[in-house]
């Protein structure tokens, strides 16, 4: 029985683990709602599950509002972005429900790649932001540099966080129930994805930049 309850159980560690990320939906939902903090909540979710992958992570709760405190600042410029992404998605989601036609063909397409090239995008920066320590304009083009020499994940990490609009769009009938399930689990769940694949990134990046650090001391 001792040993059913132990930390080191694999049983207990998963669903620990479960337990954490749905706090940390729950928290990022919370913080999204202000609008105003949301590049901040993002910044903060990457940063609990980055240190979720490697094993670092401490007090959720605790670990989430300081990560939350730390990049307040910092993410304000990704706030306006991700707000301007979610104005795309709103045109792009409104034109394909209302009656009529509301853009020419061409223009949807547009915005339907704009949309994705930023998603892609946004997709590196927030996790750049809770990862490294620099200038946002440095962030913004290490992360579309990573966004194109790393496009297998990229378009991983993109369809991952696509996944919330997406499923709501295909299974409308659900779509309560698939809100509840992003706000609960989901979102901190596509972070936690998404964080085993940028772990191996981060890693090479950090390899490279001892070695140069070395070779120029």
Known sequence: MERLFSPDNPLIRFLGRVCDLMILSFLFTLSCMLIVPSGAAMTALYTMTLKMVRNEEGETIKGYFIALRNSFLSSAPGAALLFMEGGLIFVIVYALYAGGLLFLPHVFIILCIVTLV?????????????????????????????????????????????????????FPNRAGELITFWILFGFGGCAFVNSIYLRHVFDRVEDIS????????
Do not use: I, Y
Request: net charge positive.
């Open 118 to 170: 930023l998603t892609s995008w946004l997709s590196w920066l927030f996790p750049l932001q809770a990862r490294f320590e620099n200038r946002f304009s440095g962030h913004c083009r290490n992360a579309a540099a990573l966004s194109l020499t790393q496009l297998p994940v990229t378009c991983l990490m993109t369809l991952v966080n696509l996944l919330p609009l997406l499923s709501v769009l295909l």
């Open 210 to 217: 001892a070695q140069s650090d070395s070779k120029t001391e």
